[in-house]
């Protein structure tokens, strides 16, 4: 047991006074030491941070992120050897400016043990009577669930049950020890159901595809995905590479907490079922001489309307389909980045102010005009470089009160993986981090009289989005806007601001895995543009001057909230479906 020094113990003796004031009095104390705390962050900014904010400049970040976001790091996919490479750049950098270690053993990083898992395409195949199907040509495996199944063939509709609405694509039908297919899913509703509605409607009161067919007994599940031929293009050139999950975090079958390609909502089910996206031929097989042909449900997923054969029905029984879907694993391993610069009061040192960022990006992929490595230069090699340049800024000094850590996070584009791996096994307390920030795409900007569709959302050279700074504290919101009208005056942007946003921002970066555990957070966003995702965000459509006053911003603000004499008190809490809790 730690011993408690007299100051410790004074406090607490006080404290245990509180409950024998009035009401009125406690309450009284209460508004003074909040209004104590909002008038520190006074109307101007020290002329010292003010001065250590200068030292991030344009030059400075694009000289990083020219290296960050090159043809040599191949689009940093986690994990690769891009990757590895620039987090050697930044562990190289922090040591040249003294920056403190926050990983494992004394390093830098945070080791994270992956499970590489790789089709064995001799052992795996699809049988439809006596016509063989090879992986890769007649079928793709989904997901990273090997094994064998085999049964009589039902076809489901969309697959989707929402009771409020009297949706049940299941109506007569048993899906237990059968193949189940569905149509039209993925990463969207069927036509009537948003998610608002499973919001509104509760837990119990619908299912999606995979836990219908789970909680029910079905051996396996063929998605037919809306998109055919565009899907079954990208699944294609997938199928012949390997698939990762995270030991200790995913590899049960479960997976980022809430990633680009869930499903439903933060209490999507993991898909543990052997499914496989079919080919045409394979489909063809499988409904031939049924009551609606193969070609029409694939007309149908492949269409804007795809639940037009929403009601379900089961083949004929001779109809089965066997699956055997072999698998190799092995073992690989990839890293969050994390370092501290460490605080100058002797009491609050031991609280943190965390700035995060994501340094991966989605690797090598599909060319577009010749150009196949996605550089990921605003996605999110501008955060990354804008973490670079204020570790720098605050190893030079003055140190604020509070510690600033740190944290690089890989596999963001996998799901959340170093947010989460860092939030569940942290190199620092969790409970001494005070407030998360994060920058996630921070450098683009839109241009006079640009009508690009795809830019229509992106935000201008002086304005950024700011998403959850009330959310779950209303004094750090405030507080950032006091800080941001007092020094640069930005364009703070609250159109995402909302968790129930059709985009659903809130749960699309790492800021997430800090928020869900109580940690009140800060996103800033540029917008999605029209380079987004592909090989053209390249570092020379970076607006540097806006990176530069974003950044800025940023720094300014962690040291203000790292010199508050009391931490930014949390008084909302986030509801359980937003935090799967």
């Known amino acids: 047991m730690r011993k408690f020094t007299p100051f410790v113990l004074a406090l607490v003796f006080a404290a245990s006074l509180q409950p024998l004031l009035p009401a009125s009095t406690r309450a009284q104390q209460a508004a003074r030491a909040r209004t104590s705390s909002a008038s520190a962050a006074s109307s101007t900014i020290?002329?010292?941070?003010?001065?250590?904010?200068?030292?991030?400049?344009?030059?400075?970040?694009?000289?990083?992120?020219?290296?960050?976001?090159?043809?040599?790091?191949?689009?940093?996919?986690?994990?690769?050897?891009?990757l590895d490479a620039t987090a050697k750049y930044i562990a190289d950098h922090l040591t040249r400016h003294k920056v403190k270690p926050a990983g494992d053993g004394g390093t830098y990083f945070q080791r994270m043990t992956l499970r590489r898992t790789e089709i064995d395409r001799e052992k795996t195949q699809a049988r439809v009577g006596e016509r063989v199907f090879k992986v890769g040509e007649g079928f793709i495996p989904v997901g990273v669930n090997g094994g064998e199944a085999e049964g009589q063939v039902v076809y489901a509709g969309h697959g989707w049950v929402f009771k409020p609405k009297g949706m049940n694509p299941y109506e007569g039908l048993d899906v237990r020890d059968r193949v189940v297919v569905v149509s039209g899913t993925g990463t969207s509703f069927p036509a009537g159901l948003t998610q608002a509605d499973l919001e509104a409607a509760g837990a119990g009161n619908w299912e999606t595809p995979v836990s219908y067919a789970q909680k029910n007994g079905a051996r396996a599940l063929v998605i037919i995905p809306r998109g055919f031929n565009r899907m079954w293009g990208f699944a294609s050139r997938a199928v012949a590479g390997a698939r990762y999950c995270v030991e200790r975090l995913?590899?049960?079958?479960?997976?980022?907490?809430?990633?680009?390609?869930?499903?439903?909502?933060?209490?999507?089910?993991?898909?543990?079922?052997?499914?496989?996206?079919?080919?045409?031929?394979?489909?063809?097989?499988?409904?031939?001489?049924?009551?609606?042909?193969?070609?029409?449900?694939l007309q149908a997923s492949a269409s804007a309307a795809p639940d037009a054969a929403a009601r379900g029905f089961a083949l004929s029984p001779a109809k089965r389909l066997s699956l055997s879907v072999a698998l190799k694993t092995s073992a690989a391993t990839t890293q969050n980045v994390v370092a501290v610069v460490e605080g100058s009061d002797r009491k609050l040192r031991d609280e943190y102010v965390a700035v995060g960022s994501h340094y991966d990006h989605v690797g090598i992929g599909r060319p577009v005009n010749g150009d196949s490595i996605y550089n990921g230069a605003d996605d999110d090699g501008s955060g990354t470089?804008?973490?670079?340049?204020?570790?720098?800024?605050?190893?030079?000094?003055?140190?604020?009160?509070?510690?600033?850590?740190?944290?690089?996070?890989?596999?963001?584009?996998?799901?959340?993986?170093?947010?989460?791996y860092f939030a569940r096994y942290p190199t620092v307390p969790l409970e001494k981090i005070v407030v998360q920030l994060n920058m996630d795409m921070i450098g683009r900007s839109k241009?006079?009289?640009?009508?690009?569709?795809?830019?229509?959302?992106?935000?201008?050279?002086?304005?950024?989005?700011?998403?959850?700074?009330?959310?779950?504290?209303?004094?750090?919101?405030e507080l950032s806007e006091r800080v941001n009208r007092a020094y640069l005056n930005l364009s703070f942007n609250y159109k995402y601001d909302d968790p129930r946003d059709p985009q659903r921002f809130f749960f699309r970066s790492d800021h997430y895995n800090y928020a869900r555990r109580g940690v009140p957070i800060i996103f800033y966003f540029d917008g999605v543009h029209e380079d987004y995702h592909r090989p053209s965000d390249t570092p020379d459509k970076i607006d540097y001057r806006k990176l530069e006053r974003v950044a800025r911003t940023v720094f300014v603000t962690a040291t203000e909230i790292a010199n508050q004499p009391t931490r930014p008190r949390v008084d909302k809490q986030l509801p359980g479906e937003l935090t799967g809790r």
């Open 447 to 477: 241009r006079a009289g640009d009508t690009t569709p795809a830019n229509r959302d992106l935000s201008g050279p002086d304005e950024i989005y700011v998403i959850g700074s009330k959310m779950m504290s209303t004094e750090l919101g």
């Open 46 to 82: 020290a002329p010292a941070t003010v001065k250590a904010a200068e030292r991030i400049t344009a030059e400075q970040l694009s000289k990083h992120l020219h290296v960050v976001a090159s043809d040599e790091m191949a689009g940093r996919d986690t994990p690769s050897p891009g």
């Open 250 to 297: 995913n590899c049960d079958g479960g997976g980022g907490e809430e990633g680009d390609d869930d499903t439903a909502s933060p209490r999507a089910v993991p898909n543990k079922l052997i499914t496989i996206l079919p080919s045409a031929a394979l489909l063809e097989a499988l409904f031939e001489g049924e009551q609606q042909a193969g070609a029409q449900i």
């Open 385 to 420: 470089v804008a973490m670079l340049a204020m570790a720098e800024a605050f190893a030079q000094g003055p140190r604020p009160k509070r510690s600033i850590l740190f944290v690089w996070h890989a596999g963001e584009e996998h799901g959340l993986w170093g947010s989460d």
